[in-house]
Each structure stands twice: as C-alpha cells, then as structure tokens.
C-alpha cells in the first residue's frame, strides 16, 4: 500500500506535466492522419481510435473536440474560443513545424487547440487539460493493478536477496566461530586458516590470531612451571622421605619420638604421590604420555589387582564380578595406576564396616568396568565437580581423610588416552558408581 501511494503521488506532480506533452503529440498525430475535407465528428473519432489502439494514452482521445466549420455535428463550443482573434499560435516541441499549438483557459479549465498552419478552413483539435488527470487515474489503475500482482514476487526477491546477503556477511562470522570452536590444547599451536572475504574482517582475523598465540604461549609455560615444580619438589621428597623413616627406626620403639618420626614420614609419602599425579597430569597436559599398548587379560589382571589392593587396605566387604576372558589392547601401567587411584578412593570414602562391588562385563563388543561403595561424604556438587583437580568436598573437612583431590582427575586422563570414558555418578542408593566404558577389546581366540 506504502508503495501505492507513492506512485501516485509522483504521478500527481511529475507525470500529468509529461502525459499533457504526450498528448499533444497525439493531437498532432490524430490531426494529420485523420482530418481533412469532408470528414465527420465520429469518422474523426473512429480513425483515431484505429490510429492509438494499443496505446497507453488512447484514454485521452475521449476528451478530443474535432472541430471543422465546414461540418455540421462538429464540437463548435470549445472550439469558438480558439477562433477568436487574438489567440496565440505558436510551435511546440511535440509538434512538427507544419502544425501549432494554443493554449487558453475557459470553462474552469485549461484548454489545448492544435491546428495545420496551411489549413486555411480552420480545422483543428481541441482537448481540456482536465483529460490528463483522467488518462492518469488510468494510468495509477494499471499501475495499481501491476504493482498488487508483482508485489508478492518483489517481497519474495527482497526476502531472498536480504538472506542471501546475509548469509554473505556472516560467512566469515561462522567461518571464524568453526574455528574458535575446534581449538583445543592440541591445536592451539596451529595458525588459524580465517578467510577473509571483506576487508573489515581482516583486523578481527589478526586480533584473534595473536589472542591464540599469546593464550599458546601462555599454556606452554603453565604446562612447564607445573612440571618443573613436580618434579624440583619429588626429589627432597623422596630424600626427606627417607630421612624421616631411618629417623624412626633409629629411636625406641614405641616411643612418643618415633610415633612422631613415622606420621612424618606418611605425611612426607602423600607428598611425594601428590607430587607425581602433578608431574604426570602436567605431562598429559602437555600430550608428553606415550603410552605402550599391549593386549592383556582384563580378567585376569583384576584380580590380581583387588588382591593387591585388599591386603594394603582397611577390611571392606568386596564383591567382584569378573567376566572371565576379556582381553584389552591397552597400557598395563596407567591402566592399574587407574585402578589403583578407584579402588583406594572407594576405600577411603566408604562407610564403615562398608562394602565394595567391582563388575568387569563385555557386551556387543563393549568392556564396561565398575566400582561401586556406598559413601557418607556425597554432597550436592560431587557428581558435577568430581573429576575437577584439587576438589574435595567440604563435608571432608577435619575428617583426617588424606588426599589432594588429584585421583580422580588422573584417571580421567587415563581414560582419554585410552579412548574411553570414565564416568561417576551419584546412585539413589546414596553409592557412588565409576564406570570405565571402551570399545577397544578384542577376544583372545581371534588372536591367539
């Protein structure tokens, strides 16, 4: 509608003025091809419909005055006063120079007469300006007409070239957020391959470019100060750690003084295994950890890893199911190093005269192992933060529990180099369920 009204308000101040220039053309036109001696009012009209059919201002032709005094029936009112002495004939520039044009005004109206300069019988053609607002009201109809029938198709081309062009602009917008997305601690020493189609991108490409350079060189040295602490604080540890236990084998038995040496010297222990669950966590930081993949007897293995692990702490009721059989590709090493950081942190965290389920299954080619103990130190974050480095809940405060709360975050780098997934979880029952999740098994008869 908006666009409506703005045609026709053009067409009310810019296009009457040209249709009125046309149309004198038209009367030029009309005078020499269908005037002359001996012809009617409607003969004079009949041949000017002829000559302007199809024309778009064949309307105006309605409002002509064909006046010829030699013929009876000929428009005589609006012609008379152009025979009046007096009138100015002059060209026009839509006129050729064989015929006039005058302008006078009568009857609350401008009027418009062309005539032949060599016509001496005064035959002419007269049109009312009035006739160029009714040519133009059918001009706005058609306009009107055309512009409801195009105008779905024009919203449909803005709408496509307005969401082509977005998806222009925003291309290195997406092309830049795919980027962001893939860096990790992997390839965050790799160049970022931003394209730049428009010029105003390029300065934003630069700026996040040397973001990532700078937050690069900035992981490297916190992988690095990590380390070097881990491993400048092991060694007087270790020689501390041995210090303390000579000291305690070197003073009474029983006595207050090698009480003392002894507490010490396990003090002096958690350190020393704090200090390598940082040092190893820094390398995994780092991708430094190689692991040496090897296929062993899962089954097996467990078993004689709960063993070990049951002779070195507190009574707990054990319950294991072991699937026997179950083969895995995978590091001996870091895999009872995981094993180890679970079974102790059942331990320590369980209730007393409480009870360990260790499962080992293998399902449609899936190893699932399990450790389960019910725990009185569940709080509401512990599922959301347990694997984070350093965390322990607040409910363990002043329990005289030791630890670093490094366990559980060192086993989640196991399983990721490894390829699997450790998962916890809090239980209904008020226990605490680790899963260890791979595919990478395979059956000791398919390769022995």
């Known amino acids: 509608m908006l666009i409506v009204v703005a045609n026709r308000w053009t067409a009310q101040w810019i296009v009457v003025d040209k249709i009125t220039d046309s149309v004198h053309a038209q009367m030029g036109e009309a005078l020499t091809k269908c005037a002359g001696p001996g012809v009617e009012a409607k003969d004079f009209q009949a041949c000017v419909a002829q000559v302007n059919h199809g024309n778009l201002l064949k309307v105006a032709a309605d409002f002509y005055a064909y006046c010829d005094p030699n013929k ?3 428009s005589g009112e609006p012609c008379a006063p152009f025979r009046a002495s007096g009138v100015r004939w002059g060209e026009s520039d839509q006129l050729d120079g064989s015929l006039q044009l005058a302008t006078l005004t009568f009857a609350d109206d401008d009027w418009f007469a062309v005539r032949a300069v060599n016509d001496k019988e005064g035959r002419m053609v007269v049109y009312p300006a009035s006739g160029s607002l009714e040519v133009m009201r059918q001009v706005w109809r058609i306009r009107d007409k055309t512009t ?3 105008l779905p198709l024009i ?9 082509y062009m977005f998806r222009l602009l925003m291309r290195p917008v997406r092309d830049i957020e795919h980027l962001l997305n893939a860096i990790d601690e992997k390839t965050l020493d790799s160049a970022l391959p931003i394209a730049t189609p428009f010029r105003e991108f390029s300065k934003i490409a630069l700026y996040l470019d040397g973001m990532r350079l700078r937050l690069a060189e900035s992981f490297v040295k916190a992988k690095r100060f990590s380390g070097d602490v881990a491993r400048e604080i092991k060694l007087p540890l270790s020689t501390s750690r041995e210090d303390a236990q ?6 009474s038995p029983g006595s207050p003084e090698q009480a003392l040496a002894v507490k010490i010297s396990h003090e002096i222990e958690q350190m020393v295994q704090m200090s390598e669950k940082l040092l190893l966590l820094s390398r995994a930081d780092a991708q430094m950890v190689a692991p040496t993949f090897k296929e062993i007897c899962l089954s097996d293995s467990l078993q004689y890893w709960i063993g070990e692990a049951g ?6 009721k054990t319950t294991v199911t072991i699937e026997p059989g179950v083969y895995w590709k995978c590091d001996p090493a870091l895999l009872r190093l995981l094993f180890s950081n679970l079974f ?3 331990s320590k965290y369980n209730d007393a005269g409480g009870w360990i389920d260790v499962r080992l299954t293998k399902s449609n080619d899936v190893i699932r192992f399990s450790i389960e103990n019910p725990s009185p130190f569940i709080t509401a974050d512990l599922q959301v933060s347990a694997f984070e480095r350093f965390y322990r809940a607040d409910s363990l405060d002043g329990k005289g529990i030791p630890g670093a709360g490094l366990g559980l975050s060192l086993c989640l780098e196991i399983a990721k180099l490894h390829n699997a997934l450790l998962e916890f979880k809090v239980t209904d029952r008020s226990t605490v369920l680790v899963t260890l999740s791979s595919f990478f098994i395979s059956i000791s008869g398919d390769t022995h």
């Open 72 to 74: 009876q029936g000929s």
């Open 148 to 150: 409801l029938y195009s």
């Open 155 to 163: 919203v449909v081309a803005i709408l496509l070239m307005s969401y």
């Open 246 to 251: 000579a000291l305690a084998s070197m003073m």
């Open 311 to 316: 002779a070195n702490g507190q009574p707990l």
């Open 344 to 346: 102790e942190n059942a």
